[in-house]
T-cell receptor, first 120, second 116 residues
Framework: DSGVTQTPKHLITATGQRVTLRCSPRSGDLSVYWYQQSLDQGLQFLIQYYNGEERAKGNILERFSAQQFPDLHSELNLSSLELGDSALYFC???????????????????FGPGTRLLVL | AQKVTQAQTEISVVEKEDVTLDCVYETRDTTYYLFWYKQPPSGELVFLIRRNSFDEQNEISGRYSWNFQKSTSSFNFTITASQVVDSAVYFCALSEANFGNEKLTFGTGTRLTIIP
């Protein structure tokens, strides 16, 4: 158990709908990352939040958005869903301490169990 | 741009055999991090190892070992005396050490099947 939780575990919805995926990071972790795993695209980085602020963006569609709340949990919102959005969505978290204090500037990302989204 | 190549799509070995999973990466950075993750049939991604670009020492953890060679941009993973529980998809990943952008770039994965 990585300590990262994601809900729901499975989600089935229809095209055109909107869904919200939720992620709770490991206790103390400030950074949250979202990844999408699909058969044709593999594992792709979507977006990163650090302590409530967007830090980096990857191949995230405009129909998708995310936020990180003061309690550090994060939500990924997917709207106007298409068949091709069917995928496994992972959340990961890491501590991401201040660079000067850490020495080692890259923390390990620990992944949640994922949310499997099926768009029909 | 960074890239990770796992040329072996699928590997099958008989239990107790040794197996090596290859990983080749591309990056322009001099400081970067390499990772291996395991994805068992249940679907979660399990962290196995992290290595920074300044540490070329090989690492051994039980039956697992990793060989990092900067000269060939490779970070290969060997399982010794494989077991059925090792059956999974294994991903190699790269992160350029840019504070504020620690995204992981993953390879396409190698599906390892251990035959009892």
């Amino acid at each position: 158990d990585s300590g990262v939780t994601q809900t729901p575990k499975h989600l089935i919805t229809a095209t055109g709908q909107r869904v919200t995926l939720r992620c709770s990071p490991r206790s103390g972790d400030l950074s949250v990352y979202w990844y999408q795993q699909s058969l044709d695209q593999g594992l792709q980085f979507l977006i990163q939040y650090y302590n409530g602020e967007e830090r980096a963006k990857g191949n995230i569609l405009e129909r998708f958005s995310a936020q990180q709340f003061p309690d550090l949990h994060s939500e990924l919102n997917l709207s106007s869903l298409e068949l091709g959005d069917s995928a496994l969505y992972f959340c990961a978290s890491s501590l991401n301490p201040d660079r000067g204090l850490a020495g080692d500037i890259q923390e390990t990302q620990y992944f949640g169990p994922g949310t499997r989204l099926l768009v029909l | 741009a960074q890239k990770v190549t796992q040329a072996q799509t699928e590997i099958s070995v008989v239990e107790k055999e040794d197996v090596t999973l290859d990983c080749v990466y591309e990056t322009r950075d001099t400081t970067y991090y390499l990772f291996w993750y395991k994805q068992p049939p249940s679907g979660e991604l399990v962290f196995l190892i992290r290595r920074n670009s300044f540490d070329e020492q090989n690492e051994i953890s039980g039956r697992y070992s990793w060989n990092f060679q900067k000269s060939t941009s490779s970070f290969n993973f060997t399982i010794t005396a494989s077991q059925v529980v090792d059956s999974a998809v294994y991903f190699c990943a790269l992160s350029e050490a840019n504070f504020g952008n620690e995204k992981l770039t993953f390879g396409t994965g190698t599906r390892l099947t251990i035959i009892p």
